[in-house]
């Protein structure tokens, strides 16, 4: 096969979780095991709690239940569990009780640590402590912390109580943070007072204060004092963290809930008007991520996993909740991964002896410029896998990543999911070989395609990406917005899940996504992911990143314009705008030379690194952008305005 960059050696596939599922079930291939897992979902998914000896506290009486419609599925029903005695209290009792649950690296360099039988205390303890305040099952409990094991203890004890964790992007100013509090009508906040992120504190507690007064269902807020500064408590309201746990006796059992209990609420923004409040459930929840973790990562128990993310971004519960249910241990990362040393994640990786990195497409890019000497300064030989989500991939990035930090021995297990999908629809494998840039198979259990839009399945060429059939880890709507999850998945596609994404299925069967499809061009009559274009435009040494949009033309329809961040070092120039527009049409045709090449200092992005593109478009028409609360750089579209005759 061509552009395969990575393949297993008998060693790896010998090693990998999935082997042993195959084996145990008489499965020969991967490919195969893809197969089964989308044919037969109600073996399948009963296969993985098996396997990975899940606590399903009673047994299922039936495994799916479509009564109500694909839409609205649910599955293990007659099952009790609970996320906290799964993720860390069984581990308590065993022989990883002595094993690291957390480890913490601040920003200033303080390093903490908590084994699992640590880890099961303080969840207990500080369950209690929310029930002293008046939390029940049920209850919504907004996490606006930073990443640190203190993030994991309030979202296990939250799962112990059957109450439902928020978590808020913790880098949040109070508007955005006001508007899930309210909306999902929080009754607790655990906050922090502050954190640090490049050398700055972000003072989070003042910011939550302001953003209390226009969130009345809040009654109380705890306080964990992680920097130590001196921020205002209101009397009856505010409790210090230490303060909700004196006298905690740490015996409170975790309560068994039903498979269908609601354990979080994660906020996604939506291109105009609210975000949206994505609610999963305990039981589909714990299985596809722990299924994920275990068999697309192949973490093992007691190895370390370094995600560069937040708890706001739904790899954050991804991360505490796949680890934790393997017996993994979590490297919570506070701050920037490039700050106070260009090499801080390496320096991390190899210091805790990660064998699992995660980032996102974006850092390695920011990253590449930094050179490769200090990634190989670093011993980064227990690394084994590199996982990477948020986007789809440049090919210069990937090498890069591929060859120094993973030494061509690392394969980069790509995954593309999303917030609603709870994990991912399309991943590679530890059992396959990989080529460049690609998203391997559909993940298992997932029985996705690639159609038109009338629901054809479409090989040879892009088109929507789409799952014909339910699986555990799928939202169960929009918190109070029921209409709004069949409008945004359901109903353009009757009866097929329709993700947003492009994607496309080579001749081998390999899977790649082309970006959203609702930032498609339309450029001489033909459909163009933005993508592809800005693959192009990366391709040039100059460029760092780049943005394509589409603009109205009276004469073409359409044309494209390319927002580009430059590698330090370079001049925006006519000369290299022209280079760079020829570098598209070479390697895309004529037809899609890019009408204009603008140098911006930066693009607009999520917390979880995916560019805004909808949000460039709009400046660069004119329009208003609608809702910027998920962007973590909005004052970026000002330069975009301001270089921009036509910005609004």
Known sequence: MADVVWSPSPEVVERANVTRLMRRHGIESYRELVARSQEEPEWFWPAVVEDLELPFETPWERILDESGGIEWATWFRGVTLNIAEACVHRHARSGLASVDACVFAGEAGERGRLTYAELSREVTRFAEGLAALGVEAGDRVGLYLPMSPEVAIASHACAHLGAVQVPIFSGFAAPAVAERLAHAEVKVVICADGALRRGKPHPAKAILDEALASAPSVEHVVVWRRLGLDCPM?????????????????????????????????????????????????????VKIAAEVAYQADLEAGEPLLFATDMGWIMGPWTVVGAHALGGTVVFMEGAPDWPEPDRLWALAASERAGAIGLSPTLVRALVPHGGEIVRRHDLSALRTLVTTGEPWNPGPYRWLAETVGGGRVPIVNISGGTEVAACFLSCTHVEPIKECSLGFPALGMAIDCVDRGGAPVRGDVGELVCRRPWPGMTRGFWRDRERYLDAYWRTIPGLWMHGDFASIDEDGYWYLHGRSDDTLNIAGKRVGPAELESAAVGHEAVLEAAAVGVPHDVKGEVAWLYCVLVPGHEASEVLAGEVAAAVAAALGKAFRPDRVVFVPALPKTRSAKIVRRAVRAVAVGHNPGDLSSVENPESLDAIRALNPGGA
């Open 234 to 286: 209101t009397s009856g309201r505010d409790l210090d963290w230490e303060e909700t746990v004196a006298g905690s006796p740490g015996t409170l059992p975790p309560l068994a809930v039903e498979a269908e209990h609601p354990y979080l609420i994660a906020y996604t923004s939506g291109t105009t008007g609210k975000p949206k409040g994505a609610v999963h459930v305990q039981g589909g929840f714990l």
